[in-house]
């Protein structure tokens, strides 16, 4: 219970620091998108995002992609960094406003911060390089989504990172592709990384 409120606190101080607000859940249901298996929203709580940051060490030709984004936190942080450019992608309404709002207000942006409103299954991954998931959806939608990536790997080849966060139920989806290697959790984060293999 300490340590939660500690982490609330903390998340707070970052917002206010970064001028967004993302704490706090989100009391409807999320839409469910085409497979049917939407996720309530929560967020990635800004101390493990510092660590996977730090971890990633992402350059200017990064191009970092967030499913599910919720209220935009994940995208704002990472959009502090000199990269390509940071995206969300997120199906319910309510909340690609808000996460529009954060990104327009975000205090120190180093790049574009873009909301798409839709569904992971139907977004274009061509020049993605790292995609973040903070359990979004079911493993339907990881599935499809996941097919999509590999698909514009094949296209397009390049290095590409999947990182997924609170996976005790679905690593074993990531595992099962062998266009990826596991890489391992990124410190005490929750946070797991895959990479792509040499396609």
Not at 81 to 100: F, H, Q, T
Request: charged share 30%; with cysteine.
């Amino acid at each position: 219970e300490c340590h939660s409120w500690r982490a609330k606190a903390n998340d707070l101080r970052c917002d206010r620091n970064l001028g967004i607000r993302t704490v706090g859940g989100s009391e409807s249901k999320n839409s469910l998108g085409s497979e049917g298996d939407g996720i309530k929203y929560l967020g990635q709580d800004y101390a493990s995002l510092e660590s996977m940051i730090d971890h990633l060490g992402l350059g200017a030709e990064d191009v970092f992609l967030d499913l599910g984004c919720g209220k935009g936190r994940v995208i704002c942080r990472v959009g502090m960094e000199p990269i390509k450019k940071s995206v969300g992608v997120e199906l319910r309404e309510d909340l690609v406003d808000i996460a529009n709002d954060n990104a327009t207000l975000l205090k120190g942006r180093k790049t574009e911060v873009e909301v798409v409103r839709g569904d992971a299954c139907d977004y274009d991954f061509s020049d993605v390089t790292v995609v973040f998931m903070y359990e979004p959806f079911g493993w339907k939608t990881l599935r499809r989504v996941l097919a999509n990536i590999e698909e514009s790997v094949r296209s397009n080849p390049r290095r590409v990172r999947v990182l997924f966060s609170r996976t005790e139920q679905f690593g074993v989806v990531l595992d099962m592709c062998d266009w990826l290697v596991p890489v391992g959790a990124i410190g005490h984060t929750g946070i797991l990384e895959w990479k792509t293999s040499e396609l």
